[in-house]
């Protein structure tokens, strides 16, 4: 199989068990944070298993000071994630989250200098007016919290894909690891662990193991073999499919603010790295 093949293939594959987050989350029965406390326990043993295999004893080695920094802007990322979802509805979280790219390329000019193409410029407005529609409907509905975590979990990855860019030789899956160690111990003092019923665990597994972790190490396996514009595109299907599975099982729908704020945001993804691909030929 040709390299491009494969990589969409595995980052498609990550999408997919990405979208399987918002209908874990609405299945268990749990409180938000005890659910990102068993979420990242899980995904902490997966990563550091992996990574210790790959590695090996130099795992460690690579906690320096922009892993540590990236992993705390990703712990916090995975934090309001889990928030988020407990506070507003899944497609809001979704698609509020995919607006991270734009606030990475904008960080990315402010902080780093790296040229933003005028086409990029004008699908951050659009999609900045996405967002603006979906938050104000939000407010009126009492959900205004669950929005705003939303985006602060686009703003801290975004920043960790800034630092990742300013230190391009640092390897990312340290920092993922680290990372859900640190949402592991902050979700701590504020879960109940022991009071998680069987059925609930195993979903708890499977939304680490296999959502968080597994997801992960798909995405980072294709994401090498493909241009940025293509990965983005292929990722997309994660904000697609996830209000998808909680509508088809649960009969959560989005309301008209969600739909028209998701279609800006959505279509100014697709045309700007439709156009990008076009461009690279």
């Known amino acids: ?20 987050g918002g209908l874990i989350t609405r299945l268990v029965t749990t409180d938000p944070w005890t659910t990102s ?10 990563l550091t298993v992996v990574l210790s295999i790959r590695l090996g004893p130099g795992a460690l080695a690579g906690l320096r000071g922009p892993v540590v920094a990236a992993a705390a802007c990703m712990a916090l990322s995975s934090t309001c994630f889990i928030l988020a979802l407990s506070r507003t509805s ?11 790219p734009y606030v990475a390329g904008l960080l990315g000019w402010l902080l780093l200098g790296e040229r933003v193409p005028v086409r ?8 900045m007016a996405g967002a603006v529609v979906m938050v104000s409907s939000s407010y009126a509905r009492g959900a205004i919290a669950g929005d705003l975590l939303a985006m602060v979990m686009a703003g801290s990855f975004a920043v960790a894909t800034v630092l990742v860019r300013r230190h391009p030789h640092v390897p990312m899956a340290p920092a993922a690891a680290l990372a859900t160690v640190l949402t592991c111990l902050v979700a701590l003092p504020f879960a ?18 296999g959502q968080f972790a597994g997801g992960f190490l798909l ?4 994401a090498r073999l493909l241009p940025a514009a293509q990965t983005s595109l292929t990722g997309m299907l994660e904000t697609v499919l996830g209000p998808l599975w909680v509508w088809l099982v649960l009969g959560e729908q ?8 998701g279609a800006l945001i959505l279509g100014a993804l697709l045309v700007n790295g439709l156009l990008d691909i076009v461009r690279r030929g």
């Open 1 to 20: 199989m040709p390299s491009a093949r494969r990589g969409v293939l595995l980052v498609a594959c990550a999408a997919l068990c990405w979208s399987s």
């Open 37 to 46: 406390f068993w979420r990242s326990l899980f995904a902490s043993l997966v």
């Open 90 to 100: 899944v497609a809001n979280t979704l698609i509020l989250m995919a607006t991270g």
């Open 120 to 127: 990029t410029w004008s699908a951050m407005g659009v999609a």
């Open 192 to 209: 109940n662990p022991p009071s998680t019923a069987a059925p609930d665990l195993l979903l708890l597994a499977i939304f680490g193991m």
């Open 219 to 222: 995405f980072m396996a294709g």
């Open 254 to 261: 989005p309301g008209g603010a969600a739909l028209i704020g």
